[in-house]
């Protein structure tokens, strides 16, 4: 099957109605024909967590329709990426996290997953992290990178004062990544950080290219 002519609208259908059992189906029939796990998660699980987002609106918030779309978001990214828990760590550590006031998961968890499957080894921070625990575990653990994933704009003046947190600490040579719906509308300079994600792979992509061989 060529990926370009792939109907995704089933599975992207599944994950937005919560349906973990029909989008699993789905996900191992597109893998049953040859679609990578990059392809599915671009073109479905991203598009279905884009149109998540876009009903996160204090009109159409629905906690539980979000909690179950998750589960099933999680669902696929497992069954794509089955061997990333042993997946060997050959590279260098990004550090990854969702700062405080911002409690989602899902878009950090498949950026997490696709870091491990490049074989880097991720320290994950969690959610409602505070800056300074942030930037005491990128220098503890030396890391070369750190993934930011933001849905709630408020989180935005933190993510302003990690690059010079790191400066204060004397620590300058941390590629600082920034993604997730709320962080994807602003430009790298008024974040002040070196990139930002459009789609959950970006991230991987681009510390391929700038420390891919770390």
Do not use: W
Request: with cysteine; proline share 2%.
């Amino acid at each position: 099957m060529q990926q370009e002519n792939v109907d995704f609208s089933p599975l992207i259908g599944a994950l937005i109605d919560g349906d973990a059992a029909k989008a699993l189906a789905q996900s191992r029939l597109l893998i049953s024909h040859g679609v990578s796990a990059e392809h599915i998660v671009k073109e479905g699980v991203q598009v279905a967590m884009d149109r998540l987002d876009d009903k996160c609106t204090l009109e159409q918030f629905n906690l539980l329709e979000i909690m179950l779309a998750g589960r099933a978001v999680m669902g696929v990214v497992r069954e794509i990426y089955p061997d990333t828990k042993s997946s060997p760590a050959r590279r260098r550590t990004v550090v990854i996290a969702s700062l405080e006031g911002d409690i989602h998961d899902l878009g950090k968890q498949i950026v997490k997953m696709a870091l491990i499957g490049n074989q880097y080894r991720v320290v994950d921070c969690g959610k409602d992290v505070p800056l300074k625990t942030l930037i005491q575990t990128i220098i503890k653990e030396q890391a070369g990178a750190v993934c930011i994933s933001g849905l709630i704009t408020s989180i935005i003046p933190q993510v302003q004062q990690i690059r010079q947190g790191l400066y204060n600490q004397g620590v300058r040579e941390v590629l600082i990544i920034a993604g997730g719906a709320a962080l994807k509308q602003a430009s790298a300079e008024f974040l002040d950080v070196d990139y930002v994600c459009q789609t959950a792979f970006d991230a991987t992509n681009y510390i391929n290219s700038h420390m891919g061989g770390a």
